[in-house]
T-cell receptor, first 113, second 114 residues
Framework: SQKIEQNSEALNIQEGKTATLTCNYT??????LQWYRQDPGRGPVFLLL?????KEKRKERLKVTFDTTLKQSLFHITASQPADSATYLC????????????FGTGTRLLVSP | NAGVMQNPRHLVRRRGQEARLRCSPMKGHSHVYWYRQLPEEGLKFMVYLQKENIIDESGMPKERFSAEFPKEGPSILRIQQVVRGDSAAYFCASHPQGGKETQYFGPGTRLLVL
């Protein structure tokens, strides 16, 4: 069956450390993968997109890797800050002729001062 | 430039009533998606619309749910005869014609069915 999995347990880290979140999937062949941030009571906000032929993407303190062999993406936040505390969602993008996204359940990140 | 707008932000309905959720995409965006987010679950695709056309409604329940995106005005997600299981957050997202895979989400409507 098709699955997209993110660690359901919250990730607690100390300010200044690097947070690493994982997204694994099975029985999908995504053309691209996206990461979103979602704060309580708000809609998701797009952060980064990485395509199937890309290994790594960076944006400021954010880094995403995409391994289509392992069927896994890692999302890193370096020099984390309390303001980074949120739920982070990964989403698979399919080649369906339109942007059909399949979302994971998200991982909650808590950065302590 | 205002973002995606949804209203109402919170909606309470009794079982059997109708719920109408509205979404105004970002200015210049002609593509709208609706998603549902149940507690402790990921966002689930429901329907994809362009102006006056439903392109894909494969994620929408066959009964009681309908969506439209008229030439003028917001996109509407309509749920008839609501049941408690319809309680969820409903998000819409938009992107422009030829958008580069980025969807812009609204703040969501939280529907509570009593």
């Amino acid at each position: 069956s098709q699955k997209i999995e993110q660690n359901s347990e919250a990730l607690n880290i100390q300010e200044g450390k690097t947070a690493t979140l994982t997204c694994n999937y099975t029985n999908y062949s995504p053309a691209y993968l996206q990461w979103y941030r979602q704060d309580p009571g708000r809609g998701p906000v797009f952060l980064l997109l990485i395509r199937e032929n890309e290994k790594e993407k960076r944006k400021e303190r954010l880094k995403v890797t995409f391994d289509t062999t392992l069927k896994q993406s890692l999302f890193h936040i370096t020099a984390s800050q309390p303001a980074d505390s949120a739920t982070y969602l990964c989403a698979l993008g399919m080649n369906t002729g339109f942007q059909k996204l399949v979302f994971g359940t998200g991982t909650r990140l808590l950065v302590s001062p | 430039n205002a973002g995606v707008m949804q209203n109402p932000r919170h909606l309470v309905r009794r079982r059997g009533q109708e719920a109408r959720l509205r979404c105004s995409p970002m200015k210049g965006h002609s593509h709208v998606y609706w998603y549902r987010q149940l507690p402790e679950e990921g966002l689930k695709f429901m329907v994809y619309l362009q102006k006056e056309n439903i392109i894909d409604e494969s994620g929408m329940p066959k009964e009681r749910f309908s969506a439209e995106f008229p030439k003028e005005g917001p996109s509407i997600l309509r749920i008839q005869q609501v049941v408690r299981g319809d309680s969820a957050a409903y998000f819409c997202a938009s992107h422009p014609q030829g958008g580069k895979e980025t969807q812009y989400f609204g703040p969501g409507t939280r529907l509570l069915v009593l």
